[in-house]
């Protein structure tokens, strides 16, 4: 999809509170999907990638479940922290199996203390 | 721990003007990128470079862009002559194959007055 220009959808969650972040994409062919997390003034940071094969995988207080039927990737993030606050971008790739990126908009999540 | 460098951190130019982002990728990483990134809109995939040449472009990278590894250890971009709409940060990324995790730099900040 295109941008949603200056105004990002935005998360609040109270500290402590679980995050769920969701992502629509747009190939169905796509096998491979990234989450990245943006802070302020930095470049995207890796959180966690799903395979195309996979419904579910989990890290470290990260989840990220795929639902391939409709398109669609959540990012999940446990007990969230004020450091969770940031922008998180799903990305896919540019072309069928291709091995660079499109970039979702992005979800400002802000931690409430 | 090894990361993705980038310079200048914030370049202000005239309309016309050349432009050259510099990047130190992560050094055992074979494969490096450009992004970049409008104010407040989504990362975008500019062009992709493996065994000194470009291996994908998207449609933004146009003849006014040019990418080149002049040693063994640079990547730079140049823009020819700057457009207004060229003002952006400027991500470089690197990785060591073609699938996984894209390490990001802290980027550029190119702003066309």
């Known amino acids: 999809g295109e941008s949603v220009g200056l105004h990002l959808p935005t998360l609040s969650v109270q500290e402590g509170d679980n995050s769920i972040i969701n992502c629509a994409y747009s190939n169905s062919a796509s096998d491979y999907f990234i989450w990245y997390k943006q802070e302020s003034g930095k470049g995207p940071q890796f959180i966690i990638d799903?395979?195309?094969?996979?419904d579910k995988r989990q890290g470290q207080r990260v989840t990220v479940l795929l639902n391939k039927t409709v398109k669609h990737l959540s990012l999940q993030i446990a007990a969230t922290q004020p450091g969770d606050s940031a922008v998180y971008f799903c990305?896919?790739?540019?072309?069928?199996?291709?091995?660079?990126?499109?970039f979702g908009p992005g979800t400002r999540l802000s931690v409430l203390p | 721990e090894p990361e993705v460098t980038q310079t200048p951190s914030h370049q202000v130019t005239q309309m016309g003007q050349e432009v050259i982002l510099r990047c130190v990728p992560i050094?055992?990483?074979?494969?490096f990128y450009w992004y970049r990134q409008i104010l407040g809109q989504k990362v975008e995939f500019l062009v992709s470079f493996y065994n000194n040449e470009i291996s994908e472009k998207s449609e933004i990278f146009d003849d006014q862009f040019s990418v080149e590894r002049p040693d063994g250890s640079n990547f730079t971009l140049k823009i020819r002559s700057t457009k207004l709409e060229d003002s952006a940060m400027y991500f470089c990324?690197?990785?060591?194959?073609?699938?996984?995790?894209?390490?990001f730099g802290e980027g550029s900040r190119l702003t066309v007055l």
């Open positions: 990324a690197s990785r060591i194959q073609n699938t996984g995790e894209l390490f």
């Open positions: 050094s055992n990483h074979l494969y």
């Open positions: 799903i395979r195309s094969n996979m």
């Open positions: 990305a896919e790739p540019l072309r069928n199996y291709g091995q660079n990126f499109v």
